[in-house]
């Protein structure tokens, strides 16, 4: 599954998709065509094997009850508000900002939903084995131990996140990490062609490369990829040698 923001600043990493879906569906996973990051779409998924997110994410919110939490395509406009109140109420939504009475009220530029770790336990569902890659701001940093916990409770097998501010160097990356794992080489193809490798082996084949730590930008740190839970292994049968 696939939930990534639409914005223009997310538009590098449509390739990075469209070759992980070719990569995933060459190796018999079924990939669904919704891919923005929607409350709807969130809501919907069922029961996940791969989740590969895409999104701004931090520790924010109205003043007084920030916390982590992962930024949506949806915005908070009147018409939306009547099926997000209960969400809002429970915690499981929050607005990613303050929000003023002028934009209560339909005007101005309204701040965005913001799933949070009780949206993961009321919503989402893990298959036994999964993973799910996170490219988003803290995703593997300390302040997201909440929402972490809260995945894992949920039964996902293990999860990629990056300790620091995620940028779009960290494509490179995820691309590799999938297509080398489903053993298609449609990535940065070599040749002869690599076989399908475990996780574990692309893993350390990423960090011999370089590619295991994302430069930062504009002066910023860079931000290690970090990885929780050791339930995933592979995507598909795998052989000896990683080229």
Request: glycine residues 12%.
């Amino acid at each position: 599954h696939w939930a990534a923001r639409t914005e223009t600043e997310f538009a590098a990493g449509i390739p990075v998709m469209r070759t992980m879906a070719q990569a995933l569906k060459a190796g018999g996973w079924t990939v669904p065509s919704q891919r923005a990051l929607t409350i709807a779409a969130l809501k919907n998924l069922g029961e996940v094997g791969f989740l590969y997110l895409n999104s701004h994410s931090a520790v924010w919110g109205p003043s007084g009850r920030e916390q982590f939490s992962v930024m949506l395509d949806d915005e908070a406009t009147l018409a939306s508000e009547l099926a997000t109140h209960g969400d809002l109420d429970d915690g499981s939504l929050m607005y990613h900002r303050d929000r003023t009475l002028w934009q209560t009220l339909g005007r101005g530029h309204p701040p965005r939903y913001a799933a949070t770790a009780k949206f993961v336990t009321k919503y989402l569902r893990f298959s036994p084995g999964s993973l799910m890659i996170m490219l988003s701001c803290h995703s593997g940093s300390a302040e997201a131990a909440g929402f972490q916990a809260a995945l894992a409770a949920q039964g996902l097998g293990t999860l990629v996140g990056w300790d620091g501010n995620s940028n779009p160097h960290a494509y490179r990356a995820v691309g590799l990490l999938v297509d080398r794992m489903a053993g298609v080489n449609r990535f940065e193809p070599v040749t002869p062609g690599n076989r399908a490798f475990n996780f574990a082996d692309v893993c350390q084949y990423l960090d011999r490369n370089g590619l295991t730590v994302t430069p930062g930008v504009n002066g910023g740190a860079a931000a290690p990829m970090v990885r929780f839970g050791s339930g995933f292994t592979k995507l598909a049968p795998v052989v000896s040698a990683l080229q």
